[in-house]
């Protein structure tokens, strides 16, 4: 019997541990400090047990922090004071460098498996963890070689077990990827929504016209501030460069429009175009 | 037996006659210039016969244009000119007061229905046309007071039978509300594309990583130039002033981010979530 504890038992963690919990030998506890949260895991049968933090740091083989970005940069070092030589912790955030940066001298750093799934939805809370959610999906370890070989394979075991391939970068590069093709895409899907929102106030028809490609678009301005906020501040340096870049193309563009420039126009819409090349 | 003649045979065109076809006592007759276009559209079912476009409007009982906005702004006066009395055109055009305009004075004003079935995809050309793509969907029909009265309700039952309901609009409405609920979202998304097209240069594993979410802010950007082009110039004031209203909040957000501004992050992602509302 493998024992994990999965710590944070919302969207991203309540989905890792529904899906554990149904292979035979492990052991699911889960850790929340918010108490709807733990007694929703228990109902909709995410975990075996509750436990409290020293419980699952004592009774653990492996400890999932599942919990947002800058609260995974606090915990994780007090997480690695406490546990026992075989021990392994890892994590799902979705910035990794300053979260790395945060224990990188810690005696017990080789223990850590900074990862982190790439899946999840607009929605939040235990009652949005979905079965199968990782499936067929990518999984990313940073800075492997700080990392035991036998934790990186524990690791990669489970996320296999859940669906995931794992790929290996360091965690520069993840970050710096990640504010392109993921935090970019929120914050300009945040945006649209305020803006049309902001149309919205004075005329109260425009919903009915909204079409099936506004709703794609700004679909992940749904997304929970409260685990977005943070994986925006830590992630800041390069997601303010993808940003000023976004903004550079949309004022070229809108100048093509307003000089009635339909060839600068068309030229740029064709180059967008190539995302077709990347999207399969 | 009722004819009609679908021109301009794409995406929106394909797809309406596709539909029509398959309704009993109806010809749909298929008019466009690309020799390739024509021969797909017989290959694939959409029309029973492809026929000139003067042929199109001796014959037709109802005449659709579905071209890019430009192209109908100058060939609807056209059209208008040469059909008979009880002859209908209506269009699909994305953008309405300059059509609108381009025949306000026309004598055979009253026999146009100025239609925009709000529905597509991010594909293009016949073999795009889907069967039923309209169903569930919006069709605006604006300035009605311009149209005869028996126009507009054999138009609005055409659309109807595709599973259309009818709304009606002023041109000016139109416009506004789809420069921010269609036209300010493909842009976002272009615009979106290009930027992390730009990162993929230096670094081609970047693709690996992107996300659904990724995929479903950058679908758009797979649209047609020769469609979307034409549409963003004719409604150029409004769709400007929507980007730069979009601009602005990126703007303010971007600051946020580079000054930590936690609260400020946060309070406009929570004003944004409010899109909720609106996509049930």
Not at 72 to 87: A, C, F, H, N, R
Not at 247 to 264: G, M, T, V
Request: glycine share 4%; proline share 2%.
């Amino acid at each position: 019997m493998m024992t994990i504890s999965v710590i944070g038992l919302g969207l991203i963690g309540g989905s890792i541990a529904k899906d554990l919990k149904t292979q035979i030998n492990v052991e699911v506890l889960g850790v929340d400090l918010n108490e709807s949260h733990q007694k929703q895991a228990l109902e909709l049968g995410l975990i075996h047990k509750v436990v409290s933090l020293e419980e699952a740091i004592e009774k653990s083989a492996v400890i999932i922090l599942a919990i947002p970005v800058d609260k995974i940069e606090s915990l994780l070092p007090l997480v690695l004071d406490k546990i026992s030589g075989d021990t392994i912790v890892t994590d799902v955030g979705s910035t990794k460098v300053q979260i790395c940066r945060a224990v990188v001298n810690h005696k017990n750093r080789s223990r850590y498996v900074a990862a982190h799934p790439l899946a999840g939805t607009e929605f939040s809370g235990p009652q949005a963890a979905l079965s199968h959610l990782f499936v067929g999906k990518k999984n990313i370890i940073c800075n492997r070689e700080k990392s035991d070989d036998s934790a990186v394979e524990t690791v990669v075991k489970i996320f296999k077990s859940i669906g995931m391939q794992t790929y290996f970068l360091s965690s520069e590069e993840h970050d710096k990827h990640l504010a392109y093709v993921s935090h970019l895409s929120h914050v300009s899907s945040f945006m649209l929504g305020l803006t049309v929102l902001d149309i919205e106030k004075d005329e109260k028809q425009i919903f009915n016209l909204a079409s099936t490609g506004f709703a794609s678009t700004v679909r992940l301005a749904k997304s929970n501030p409260s685990t977005w906020s943070p994986i925006f501040l830590k992630n800041s340096d390069n997601l303010v460069k993808a940003l000023e870049n976004y903004i550079d193309y949309l004022h070229q563009f809108k100048e093509a429009i307003k000089s009635n420039d339909h060839e600068k126009a068309e030229l740029l819409m064709k180059e967008a175009n190539d995302i077709k090349r990347i999207l399969n």
